[in-house]
């Protein structure tokens, strides 16, 4: 994509097709000042670093380099201590610029390895780059339409960063929902470590309580079988003493008979 800059950048590492670079003058003195290569006046003196074509430039023509130039801003860097300039190309795109851009899209593809699904940072940015090359070509052809292809390419950028901000919200959001989750299992192991003592201490009182309770039922069955035989013991005793009594009863009531 076409930014300005002034660190060092290489003249073909883009898809859209520029001039050739122009020398910024900065000593306005030393010549007269005249106007880009693209026809925008500037208050420094651009030298061109190649040959470039002379003859005046018609205004329908320097009126739709403005507008390409406000499109696609020129890129500016610094080479030996010198500062470039380099515009964006005004000359219409034939079909076979069309076929050429394809190609080369394709095989920047496939130099740079990029990834053909899912996210990838270098697809994205060789797209762009096609995509300001189509606008650039469109704009020269019909303005309106190029504009309108630039609100559509901005939209696309604010929607992709936007989509870039929810997922950096939504994997932050995931971190601490995780943290939070760790935390909540540590704590929860050290409920689970408490309660299995507690556990272990009622399983160690329930079995002490029921060696409790065998112990008192068979003293109670002891105690029961006891009263039983001392019961029933006094009942056969009581039995005899009836006998004897009764029999005893008998005899003296006999001889009076």
Same mark, same amino acid.
């Given at each position: 994509?076409?930014?300005?800059?002034?660190?060092?950048?290489?003249?073909?590492?883009?898809?859209?097709?520029?001039?050739?670079?122009?020398?910024?003058?900065?000593?306005?003195? #030393?010549?007269?000042?005249?106007?880009?290569?693209?026809?925008?006046?500037?208050?420094?003196?651009?030298?061109?670093?190649?040959?470039?074509?002379?003859?005046?430039?018609?205004?329908?023509?320097?009126?739709?380099?403005?507008?390409?130039?406000?499109?696609?801003?020129?890129?500016?860097?610094?080479?030996?201590?010198?500062?470039? +300039?380099?515009?964006?190309?005004?000359?219409?795109?034939?079909?076979?610029?069309?076929?050429?851009?394809?190609?080369?899209?394709?095989?920047?593809?496939?130099?740079? /390895?990029?990834?053909?699904?899912?996210?990838?940072?270098?697809?994205?940015?060789?797209? +762009?780059?096609?995509?300001?090359?189509?606008?650039?070509?469109?704009?020269?052809?019909?303005?309106?339409?190029?504009?309108?292809?630039?609100?559509?390419?901005?939209?696309?950028?604010?929607? +992709?960063?936007?989509?870039?901000?929810?997922?950096?919200?939504?994997?932050?959001?995931?971190?601490?929902?995780?943290?939070?989750?760790?935390?909540?299992?540590?704590?929860?192991?050290?409920?689970?470590?408490?309660?299995?003592?507690?556990?272990?201490?009622?399983?160690?009182?329930?079995?002490? +309580? #029921?060696?409790?309770?065998? /112990?008192?039922?068979?003293?109670?069955?002891?105690?029961?079988?006891?009263?039983?035989?001392?019961?029933?013991?006094?009942?056969?005793?009581? #039995? #005899?003493?009836?006998?004897?009594?009764?029999?005893?009863?008998?005899?003296?009531?006999?001889?009076?008979?």
């Amino acid at each position: 994509m076409a930014e300005g800059g002034t660190e060092s950048l290489p003249t073909g590492n883009t898809l859209v097709k520029y001039n050739n670079p122009v020398l910024v003058v900065t000593h306005a003195e #030393k010549r007269p000042a005249t106007a880009g290569p693209m026809g925008s006046p500037t208050s420094a003196e651009l030298s061109p670093r190649s040959k470039s074509s002379p003859g005046a430039v018609a205004e329908s023509r320097k009126e739709a380099e403005e507008i390409l130039n406000s499109v696609l801003p020129p890129r500016c860097w610094e080479e030996d201590g010198q500062m470039w +300039m380099q515009t964006v190309s005004s000359t219409p795109a034939t079909r076979q610029d069309v076929i050429n851009l394809q190609e080369m899209l394709d095989t920047r593809l496939q130099q740079t /390895q990029a990834r053909e699904t899912g996210i990838c940072p270098v697809r994205r940015e060789l797209y +762009m780059q096609c995509f300001d090359e189509l606008i650039r070509q469109v704009t020269i052809n019909c303005t309106e339409r190029g504009l309108l292809l630039l609100r559509v390419r901005d939209e696309i950028a604010m929607s +992709m960063e936007a989509y870039e901000t929810l997922y950096c919200s939504s994997v932050a959001f995931g971190m601490r929902k995780a943290l939070q989750a760790q935390e909540g299992k540590e704590s929860l192991q050290s409920l689970v470590t408490v309660l299995q003592a507690e556990k272990k201490v009622l399983e160690n009182t329930i079995s002490d +309580m #029921k060696i409790k309770a065998d /112990q008192v039922e068979r003293r109670n069955a002891e105690l029961r079988a006891s009263e039983e035989k001392k019961h029933a013991e006094e009942i056969a005793f009581l #039995k #005899k003493t009836s006998a004897q009594l009764k029999a005893q009863l008998e005899g003296i009531i006999a001889p009076k008979k």
